[in-house]
Structure formats: C-alpha cells, structure tokens
C-alpha cells in the first residue's frame, strides 16, 4: 500500500527476490528512497549462466547519500553450487560481475563444497565495510560418492565463512575462506540455516566480532539444538560451539542480530517434539534469546518466548524446492528474520499459520522490549516504533 506523505529519510531501502522475467532465476533488485511509496527496479542485478538460488542482500550505507550504498548478493548456483557474490557501489543501480567466494585462499573451501553447499547469510562490518558470507556443505568423500547434494540427501556437517575487504569501484570483492565448525559426518546442520551476524565495535574503522549460529543435533542424532560461535580477528579464527537453548525437543531456522560488542538477539523456531510430523500434529512456536557477552568463551543467554502461543503444526521440510519432491511441509516456507530497531529492541518476523495444518498462512511482527538493549545508549523510547536499525 502506498504511503505518501512519510517524509524520505536518509537510508534507502532494499528488496531482492530471484525473477522469472526477464532472464529466469536471476536476481531482482528493488529500492525505494520514500519508505515503499516508489521503487526503482534493476532487473538484472546478478546474473549467472548455471541460475541462481537462495539470493541474501547486505547493505554499508553510505554517510553522504544513497546512491554510494554499497549493496552485496550472495547466492548459490543450481549446477556446481558455488557461494557467489555481486557487489554494487552506486547503491544497487549497477551490479559488477559475480565472483566466487570459493576460489579464495583456502583450497580445502573449494573441494568440500563443490556442487554441495547451503548459502546462509552475508552481512557487512559496520565500522569498516568488510564483508562477510557464510554458507554449509559437507565434504568431497560424500560427493564422490553421491553426486552433487543440491538436494541435501547426505549430511551437511561444516559450517564456512569467507571475508573480504570492501568492494572494488569496479564491484570485485577478494576473499579469504575460513572453516567456523566441523561436527563430522555423522552430525547435520542442515536444519537451515546457518546465519551471521557482526557486531559494533563503535570505533571508525575499527572491525567488530563475527557470530555465527547453526542448528545441528551434537548432543544426539535427534536432538536438533542451537550452536553458537564467535570470531574477533576477521572469521580467521573461531571459539568452540556453545550451545544457546536451555530447553529440549527441536530447533530449526536460527536467525541472529547483533548491536554493540558482544550484544546478540536470536529468534528461531522450536517444537517439543523431538520427531516433529505432519501425523503427530507436532506443535512449534518462536524463541528470543539474547546474550550480551558473546564476544567471551562463555557466554550466558537469557531466552523466552516471541509467539503468543502456537505458530505451525506439523513438519518442516528444509531441503527448499525438493520438498515437493519428498512430500515434506515447506508450509512456512524459509522466512524467519530479526533486527534491532532504534531504541535498541529486537524486531521479529516470522511466517505464521497457527495451529491449523496446511491452514491459511500469514507473516506475524514481533518487537521484544523485555530484555536489555541490544545498543548501548540507545533510547529507548524510540523501541518498537521502527524504522528498524541506529
């Protein structure tokens, strides 16, 4: 709906989506300058001969005008299943030429996750502009021995993030690859996804800690649970996985914010179900949880509940398109997401249909003011009134 007479605010906002025309599964990219009321679309933001899938976006904006955002696209191939990234330098108008994130330092990056890879979030240091891209896979053997897994029929038990520096004014981007966490392959983190987040240092050019948080069923093989990790010297390194629920049953979707050093908002998807289906009408409802110092080895978390009661019943399929092939639950589809508005808070959203199976299906906001605040100083009258972000 528009909304004309919101007056233009100073940030642009954006919106991929993959597109059928003009070139079908490329990335389409949407920005608005007047908070929805008008859009610009570039229609061919990214393209790639093998298609695309799974695009993320992140933003640096620029502190003297929009149309010097830097804007970054990451997806996966359909063929060799490359992490790829588009990078634009004049706020989404124009895209440079993809690279793959794989041919970067780490040779070993490149053969586990040859035609075998989960893209899961790409976000951008906010004092510095360097980028970040995180995505899961599983290892050679099991390609050889299975084929490509864009299907996801074997184990994904690594956890990957590559770094670079800030885009080129050409739009390349150069990339050092980095192991976050190997559970073996009799563990899975393919309960999707893996997820980033980089904090606020708070000092120009001074780079934040990197969080990354992955489901994967480490304590048994049907205990799916929320892991959690950190990196402060730019993803080259990454503190043991700790675990971040202090309840039992299933944890899928994780998805994380971060605000000022080592302050961390989560949400994720839950069920007490250990073996959650359609036939046991198993219940699921959304978590919040925050830490505030996820920057040490051993950081405390405080989690509650963001639904009002029950949000899903029944499975949740999370191998993507192939779940028609499987007859699994995609129902919620893959859309879970939190930021930090103004005031410090945690907004939420989520995809929401109740407790009726296969019923109507709808997005539901969430804002959570009852823990501390995610941005130290912030005011907090300005919580839960958006626009989200400082």
């Known amino acids: 709906m528009p909304i004309s007479g919101c007056t233009p605010g100073a940030h642009r906002f954006y919106v991929s989506s993959i597109e059928q025309l003009p070139l079908l599964l490329q990335v389409k990219l949407a920005f608005s300058d007047d908070r929805g009321d008008t859009w610009t679309i570039n229609d061919i933001a990214a393209v790639n001969p093998s298609f695309i899938d799974r695009p993320w976006i992140a933003v640096f904006p620029s502190k003297f005008s929009a149309n010097q955002d830097q804007v970054y696209v990451a997806y996966h191939d359909f063929t060799a299943s490359q992490i790829n990234v588009a990078a634009s330098n004049d706020g989404g108008k124009t895209f440079g030429l993809s690279v793959d994130v794989l041919l970067g330092t780490n040779g070993i990056a490149f053969a586990n996750s040859f035609c075998n890879t989960v893209p899961s979030d790409i976000e951008v240091d906010p004092e510095t502009g360097e980028v970040y891209v995180q995505w899961i896979t599983a290892d050679p053997v099991a390609n050889v021995g299975q084929g490509c897994n864009i299907s996801q029929i074997q184990n994904f038990h ?68 929320i892991w959690f990790t950190h990196s402060s010297d ?18 899928y979707f994780p998805w994380i914010a ?11 998807l839950n069920s007490p179900d250990l073996t959650p289906n359609d036939a046991a009408l198993s219940p699921w409802f959304v978590t919040f949880a925050q830490t505030i ?64 199976l296969h019923g109507p299906t709808h997005i539901t906001y969430g804002c959570v003011k009852a823990q501390q605040s995610a941005i130290v100083g912030a005011n907090p009258g300005l919580s839960c009134k958006g626009p989200a972000g400082p």
Request: with cysteine; net charge negative; hydrophobic share 35%.
């Open 158 to 225: 690594q956890v990957w993030v590559a770094h670079s520096p800030p885009a080129t004014p050409a739009g390349i981007t150069v990339w050092d690859d980095h192991m976050v966490f190997d559970g073996g392959p009799s563990t899975n983190t393919d309960k999707i996804f893996a997820t980033l987040a980089v904090d606020d240092s708070g000092a120009p050019g001074v780079g934040g800690n990197i969080y990354s948080v992955f489901p994967d069923n480490l304590v048994a093989a049907d205990h799916f649970d």
């Open 234 to 251: 730019k993803a080259g390194t990454w503190s043991p996985p700790v675990q971040v629920n202090n309840d039992k049953g299933t944890h």
């Open 258 to 268: 971060a605000g000022s050093t080592g302050r961390v908002d989560f949400i994720w």
């Open 293 to 356: 110092n996820g920057n040490t080895a051993t950081p405390k978390f405080t989690q509650t509940s963001a639904s009002s009661g029950v949000m899903h019943v029944g499975g949740i399929c999370t191998n993507g398109i192939f779940c028609s092939v499987s007859g699994g639950n995609r129902d919620l589809a893959d859309s879970i997401s939190i930021v930090i508005d103004r005031g410090g808070s945690a907004a939420l959203a989520w995809t929401d249909q109740g407790t009726v």
